[in-house]
């Protein structure tokens, strides 16, 4: 039911039944065109980052990708430009961005989807057990990580888990 949760909120999954209010406004009934654009304000950690992950696109693309469906910057080096500052922000050395994710450990892969999530400048991110697949140093490196982008940015973040120890972190 947690994931569930988390995935409806987003309207990755339609809801059945009462309201979800973003901002004020109840976003349960927005047609598919005002749902793409609150889309850049609401993004998605998943849990298992190798499967939420195109095998097929090197680094730098994964973390391009929603920048190139949502136009948000006027040419492809600008976009590739702004993914290596993603890289950057997230503790990825940048001699990973032509890498592919099976190439990379779970932590590294966790840091591509937390980039990914943040390349369109969200305000709610929906962690869904981003630390659940993760060793215990790295698990600890990544909720550090999101604490200070949660900081530094102003991100408010829904955070599913089933390990009281991470949530109290």
Sequence with gaps: GKSTLGRTILRLLEPTSGQILFNGTDITNLNSNKMRELRKELQIIFQDSYSSIDPRKSVVEVIAEYMFIHKTYPTKAAIYNRAAELMDLVGLARRCANLYPHELDGGRRQRIGIARALSLNPQFIVCDEPTSALDVSVQAQVLNL????????????????????????
Excluded: D, R
């Design 146 to 169: 999101m604490k200070k982008l949660q900081k530094e940015l102003g991100l408010s973040y829904l955070f599913i888990s089933h390990n009281l120890a991470v949530i109290h972190h």
